[in-house]
């Protein structure tokens, strides 16, 4: 009933090493069907490369296992809060990508420099508050979830479709898990922009909104015309 599920998310599972997301068993991607409300997660700290379609595990919203022998990913519960909060996203992603953990761990949010961070976004890459010790004591995972949403709150996600968590790393999402990917490798190329930016000028003025509003439109909207159509 889910293998063409487990394809989608172990094909996106193996695109964080290929992509250079994360080292030996860090990061996870997940594959939500709206259909049935599951969704199919790598399973935990099992390396990329003894990975099998069967080896997802399908779970529900509420971190019930559905299908699979194996323990599903530690971070299953934030996934699921993020597909209980915004039920048009099909997949999501979770890195441990240098530059964007940078960024979480120095709680900053990345601002938005050039074009590049433009073609995808048109406001800086949100960062969440450090979590309490009373969340930390709470459910862990759970309580990630809970931050991204709040952060997310009056924003659109599926305009913003990254965040860098404070001092933990990024997670991003997308219509797919393969879009998930992308956005996590993306969001690894724009942080490491935004560092070196800095470190050349530490007084780099963000881009004009006129040129933000050109490169994001030309790719996005009614008036896209970037690509082949």
């Known amino acids: 009933m889910y293998t063409e599920l ?31 409300g599951v969704f199919a997660i790598k399973p935990s700290g099992v390396p990329y490369e003894s990975l099998l379609p069967e080896s997802m595990v399908v779970v529900d919203l509420d971190g019930r296992v559905v299908e699979g022998s194996a323990r599903p990913s530690s971070d299953t519960k934030t996934h699921a809060v993020l597909y209980r909060a915004f039920g048009d996203i099909g997949g999501i992603c979770h890195s441990h990508s240098m530059y964007a953990v940078a ?12 074009t590049t961070h433009a073609d995808h976004l048109t406001a800086a890459i949100p960062v969440t508050e450090p979590m309490s010790d009373a969340a930390i004591e709470r459910d862990y995972e759970i309580e990630t979830g809970e931050q991204i949403v709040a952060r997310l709150r009056g924003l659109d996600h599926r305009e913003i479709e990254m965040i860098v968590v404070a001092c933990h790393g990024p997670f991003t999402w997308g219509k797919t898990a393969q879009k998930a990917v992308y956005n996590s490798r993306v969001l690894e190329e724009i942080a490491q922009m935004a560092y070196l930016t800095q470190s050349l000028n530490p007084a780099a003025p963000p881009i004009k909104e006129t040129l933000i509003a050109k490169h994001y439109l030309r790719k996005h909207g009614t008036g896209a015309y970037y690509g082949q159509s």
Not at 17 to 33: E, H, M, R, W
Not at 103 to 114: D, K, S, V
């Open 6 to 36: 487990k394809r989608e998310a172990y094909e996106a599972n193996l695109e964080i090493p290929k992509q250079g997301l994360a080292i030996y068993t860090f990061g996870n991607v997940s594959a939500f069907d709206a259909a049935t």
């Open 103 to 114: 960024w979480a761990q120095a709680c900053r949010e990345i601002p938005i420099f050039g």
